[in-house]
């Protein structure tokens, strides 16, 4: 996502950021990465530090995929959330006793976290637990996966301590009942459920509700937002729908939503539908998931604006680009010989870059 939409990230802006995972069965590279883009271009990317991982982790799983970059406009600082997930290595994956039915009923409920106040030096990871309660008890989640955000510079009331801004996050979980501590029923779907926070601190989170509920699986939500010519916002909301429960089996795939709500997470929002299947062209008979969007941070509104969609064909092949002129209008392929990004780029997240981030970044190629 585009972070400079409230105007707060000083500078020239030049430059983009990717974050992501790689997934390679033969080893472990469920860690942190970066890409450049190369100059102001955001369809050609270079690896950071040669291609090697710039993050690990060695809390929970000891693996971190869909890693997600935002920037706190009001302290300046930057943070990258990702899920405490191991797949591939150490005895996981296919041919062993863990599988995605494990992952997604019994798995770890703590996003992964790193800050930074200059996008180079990073703290150790900690963790953050979403299905903390506020009364200090647990809701039953059966994982949590992938997790965004959207920074809300008003979220809370004039008289809030702290401030009134705050990062609405979103993320995918499967929610069972207080009375099924074992995760046993089989009633139970991918949700994407929402909650709050100023910093990803246990101190300031809030579990919210449930944000996204199809009535079958649905996974991988990201967002954006466009300011429109009377000032306010439109919000596209892009999710996959797996259609797994569904009675013919289909599903609609990556599809996007809008909404003009002010308060876009709260129950009851009317959202209208804008695409479905997005991206499939790239699928070959596989499957996308895991998008990623943002913006050219050129745009001025008019007709030449460029957005972009990165969409995970799995199983490991990796980001295919997508693009848009008009979000209402949806996404078509990327049509240009001369994109590039590195093979197994997988689920994450870009930012736009001051020239000043930008520069401190190339020092790491």
């Not at 972070?3 to 000083?10: A, E, H, L, M, Q």
């Not at 995972?21 to 271009?41: P, Q």
Request: hydrophobic content about 30%; aromatic content about 10%.
């Amino acid at each position: 996502m585009n972070d400079s939409i409230d105007g707060k990230n000083p500078g020239e802006q030049y430059g983009y950021l990717l974050v992501h995972f790689i997934e390679n069965a033969l080893g472990h590279t469920e860690r942190v990465y970066m890409d450049l883009s190369d100059g102001d271009d955001p369809r050609r990317w270079i690896p950071l530090k040669g291609g090697e991982p710039i993050l690990s982790s060695e809390l929970g799983t000891k693996g971190v995929r869909d890693p997600h970059i935002v920037r706190n406009p009001d302290t300046g600082m930057w943070y990258i959330v990702a899920t405490d997930l191991r797949v591939m290595g150490d005895g996981n994956g296919s041919g062993s006793d863990t599988d995605w039915h494990y992952w997604s009923h019994h798995g770890s409920t703590d996003l992964i976290v790193w800050q930074s106040p200059d996008l180079v030096h990073w703290s150790e990871a900690r963790t953050l637990d979403v299905s903390r309660k506020p009364d200090g008890g647990h809701l039953e989640l059966g994982m949590a996966w992938a997790c965004e955000c959207l920074w809300v510079p008003d979220y809370y009331p004039e008289d809030h301590d702290g401030g009134r801004g705050a990062f609405v996050m979103y993320w995918s979980s499967k929610l069972f009942a207080d009375d099924d501590p074992g995760h046993e029923s089989d009633d139970v779907h991918d949700r994407v459920l929402w909650g709050v926070t100023r910093d990803f601190t246990q101190d300031t989170y809030e579990y919210g509700g449930v944000f996204v509920d199809t009535g079958t699986n649905s996974i991988d939500t990201t967002m954006i937002q466009r300011k429109l010519p009377n000032g306010t916002k439109r919000t596209y909301r892009i999710t996959k729908d797996n259609g797994t429960g569904k009675a013919d089996g289909s599903g609609e795939g990556i599809g996007m939503e809008s909404t003009d709500a002010e308060r876009w997470w709260e129950p009851g929002t009317v959202w209208t539908r804008v695409q479905t299947h997005i991206g499939e062209c790239y699928s070959d008979g596989h499957g996308v998931e895991g998008p990623a969007v943002f913006a050219n941070h050129h745009n001025d509104g008019g007709a030449n604006d460029e957005w972009y969609l990165f969409v995970d064909v799995i199983p490991s092949i990796g980001y295919r680009p997508m693009i848009s002129n008009d979000l209402d209008a949806g996404w078509r392929p990327l049509d240009d010989p001369e994109f590039s990004l590195a093979p197994h780029t997988k689920h994450g997240g870009v930012v736009s870059l001051t020239r000043a981030e930008y520069e401190r970044l190339s020092a790491l190629r």
